[in-house]
C-alpha cells in the first residue's frame, strides 16, 4: 500500500504542482544593493571573468556523436542531467504537516537537486533502541531518489557526538568514571526542556588525566564494547544499505582529534593500533577514523564512493589535509574529501556582505579548496549553510547573491564533484532555528531558489540545435552531463538518442 501511495504521489509531483506559484527570471544586479562597496571590489569583474573562464574549462567538453543521418539533418540537442552533483539535505522528506507541503519540498528535486543527503543518525532516528532499526523512511526516501533518478548520499556512518550517539551506549560508561569531580565539573547533561545539547561533545572528558593505555588497562569491559558496538554500527548500515546507497560519510567532524590541544595534554588521541582513543568526543574505539574507513571498505560494494566530511570554515584546512594525508597513507579509500560551510551566525552574513569578511572572499576560498585539491580526491561542498540574515527584502537579498556567487565559484573549480545545501527550508531546525531555506516556512520561494534554478537549470545547462556534416556526425561543445538528441529521418519520423558528453 506505501509503495502505491508514493508512486500515487510522484504522478502528482510529475504533474508539477507546487503551491501555485509561477517562476520568474533571476537577475542578481536586481538584488546587490543589499551588498557594500567592499563586496564588490572581492567580487570584481575580473573576478566574475575568471569564474566564467574556469566554468568553461572545467565544466564542459566537446561531443561527436555519428547518427549516420544525411548531411544538414537539424539535430535538437537537450541536456536532461548533470554530471556534476548538485544536492539538499534530504530529511525532512515526508515531515511536514499538510500534503502541499511535503508536495513542495520533494519537487525541489525534480526542479532542482540531482543529489539527496539522507540522514543515517545512529541514535536520533536510525537506531534509537538497541537492535531496532528504523528503515521504513529511509526506504521511502530511496524510492523516491529512485524515481527520480536523483543520487542518494548517505549521513553519516560513524560521528562520535554524543548528539547521535545513541543513549543505551552513553549508558554503558563506567559509573565510576561518571563519579570523577573532572567528569563532573565539565559534563553537561542534555536538557530536555531546553530540547538543545548545552555541549554536543559532553563526555569528551570522560577519560580525565587517563592517558589511552591507562584507561584501557583500567576499564577493559567498556573498551572492548566501544570497539565492538561501533563496528557492528559500520557493518549494520553498510550490509542494509551499502547495495543501495552511491556514497557514503563514513566518518564525520574527527579532524579535531587528530591535532593537539593543549586542554587534553601531550598524550595523542589517535593511537594507531590503540585500544581506545581520547577522542574530543569522549572514549571512542582505538584509531577509529582509520578502522571505520578499512571496515567500510571491506563491507561497502567497490563502486561506492567513501568520503570524509569535516568543516572546512573557521577551522585549519591545513589540520584537515594532514589528517586525509595520514590516512590515504596508512592505505584509507577515500574518494571525496567533503568541506562543510554553516554560516549560523548573523554578524557573519553581514560582514560577508559589506565585503569585511575576508576568509569568505574568493581568494580565501580558493586558497582552502587548493591545500585539500593537493591530495587525490575529489571535493565535495557537503554542507552549505547560507542564512538570510534577516526575515525581509534585505536579507533575502544578501542571501541570493552570496549563494550565487559561492555557487559560480564552486562550480567552477576542478576538483569540485558536487554542491550541498543544508536546510532547504526556514526554521524547520528545532537546533538551527535560521532562515536559511530556498523555501521560506510557507514553502514559497525565496530569491535564493530563482538564483540557483538561474544557474543549475539555464546558464549551465546545454540545450541547442546543431545540424549533421558531411559524414553523418554532429559535434557541440555543452556542460557534462546526459543529454536526449532528437532528429527527424527521412521518412519523417522522430527519431531520438540518448548520450553522454564526458
Same mark, same amino acid.
Given at each position: ?10 504522478? @502528482? ?11 520568474? +527570471?533571476? %537577475? ?7 551588498? $557594500?562597496? *567592499? ?21 564542459? @567538453? ?109 549508558? +554503558? ?10 567528569? *563532573? ?9 531546553? +530540547? =538543545? ?10 577519560? !580525565? ?63 594507531? !593500533? !590503540? ?5 574530543? #568526543? ?11 574507513? +578499512? ?6 560494494? @567497490? ?17 584537515? &589535509? ?10 584509507? *579509500?577515500? %574518494? @571525496? ?59 533575502? &537579498? ?14 567552477? #573549480? ?5 554542491? =550541498? ?20 516556512? %510557507? ?28 559524414? $553523418? ?30
Amino acid at each position: 500500500m506505501k509503495k502505491k501511495l508514493l508512486l500515487s504521489a510522484v504522478v @502528482a509531483l510529475t504533474a508539477g504542482c507546487l503551491c501555485g506559484q509561477s517562476d520568474k +527570471k533571476f %537577475d542578481v544586479r536586481d538584488y546587490e544593493y543589499a551588498m $557594500g562597496e *567592499k563586496y564588490f571590489k572581492l567580487w570584481n569583474d575580473d573576478e566574475q571573468a575568471r569564474i566564467d573562464r574556469d566554468i568553461e574549462k572545467n565544466r564542459k @567538453a566537446d561531443g561527436v556523436f555519428d547518427l549516420q543521418i544525411p548531411a544538414g539533418t537539424e539535430v535538437k540537442v537537450e541536456q536532461t542531467r548533470h554530471a556534476f552533483y548538485f544536492g539538499a539535505f534530504f530529511a525532512m522528506y515526508d515531515r511536514f504537516e499538510r500534503k502541499a507541503e511535503n508536495d513542495a519540498f520533494n519537487q525541489l528535486w525534480i526542479d532542482l537537486f540531482n543529489s539527496a543527503t539522507i540522514p543515517f543518525y545512529w541514535g536520533l532516528s536510525f537506531e534509537k533502541e538497541e537492535g531496532v532499526f528504523a528503515t521504513a523512511r529511509i526506504d521511502d526516501m530511496i524510492a523516491f531518489c529512485d524515481a527520480h533518478q536523483v543520487r542518494k548520499h548517505g549521513h553519516p556512518i560513524i560521528w562520535g557526538s554524543n548528539v547521535v550517539v545513541p543513549k543505551w551506549v552513553l549508558e +554503558k560508561f563506567p559509573a565510576e568514571a561518571r563519579e570523577t569531580e573532572f567528569f *563532573k565539573k565539565e559534563y553537561h547533561e542534555f536538557s530536555d526542556a531546553a +530540547k =538543545t545539547r548545552k555541549n554536543p561533545t559532553a563526555y569528551w572528558c570522560a577519560m !580525565g588525566d587517563l592517558t589511552e593505555g591507562e584507561f584501557a588497562a583500567k576499564y577493559p569491559d567498556y573498551v572492548r564494547y566501544i570497539n565492538e558496538i561501533y563496528a557492528k554500527r559500520i557493518v549494520d548500515v553498510c550490509t542494509m544499505y551499502g547495495d543501495k546507497i552511491d556514497s557514503w560519510d563514513v566518518v564525520n567532524e574527527s579532524v579535531a582529534d587528530s591535532v593537539a590541544q593543549p586542554y587534553y595534554g601531550d598524550a595523542p588521541r589517535l593511537v594507531p !593500533g !590503540g585500544k581506545v582513543s581520547k577522542s574530543i #568526543y569522549g572514549a571512542l574505539p582505538g584509531d577509529y577514523v582509520w578502522r571505520s574507513f +578499512k571496515m567500510a571498505e571491506a563491507c561497502l560494494p @567497490a563502486s561506492a564512493w567513501l568520503n570524509i566530511n569535516d568543516v572546512i570554515y573557521g577551522n585549519p584546512v591545513d589540520n584537515y &589535509a594532514a589528517q586525509i594525508k595520514n590516512l590515504l597513507a596508512r592505505g584509507a *579509500k577515500i %574518494d @571525496a574529501i567533503g568541506c562543510q560551510m554553516h554560516i549560523f551566525k548573523v554578524p557573519v552574513t553581514e560582514k560577508m556582505a559589506s565585503g569585511e569578511a575576508y576568509e569568505q572572499s574568493p581568494e580565501m576560498v580558493r586558497r582552502a579548496l587548493d591545500k585539500l585539491s593537493e591530495l587525490p580526491c575529489k571535493l565535495h561542498l557537503s554542507e552549505i549553510t547560507i542564512m538570510a540574515p534577516t526575515d525581509d527584502a534585505r536579507g533575502e &537579498a544578501i542571501q541570493a547573491v552570496l549563494a550565487y556567487n559561492l555557487y559560480r565559484l564552486w562550480f567552477s #573549480y576542478p576538483a569540485m564533484s558536487g554542491i =550541498t545545501w543544508w536546510n532547504t527550508v526556514d526554521h524547520v531546525s528545532k537546533a538551527e532555528d535560521f532562515a536559511s531555506g530556498i523555501l521560506r516556512r %510557507d514553502m514559497s520561494k525565496k530569491p535564493v531558489y530563482f538564483a540557483l534554478d538561474d544557474l543549475i537549470n539555464r546558464q549551465w545547462k546545454t540545450n541547442l540545435t546543431v545540424k549533421a556534416d558531411a559524414d $553523418g556526425k554532429i559535434a557541440f561543445r555543452g556542460f557534462k552531463g546526459v543529454y536526449r538528441l532528437t532528429w527527424r529521418d527521412q521518412t519523417g519520423k522522430m527519431q531520438q538518442k540518448d548520450v553522454k558528453v564526458q
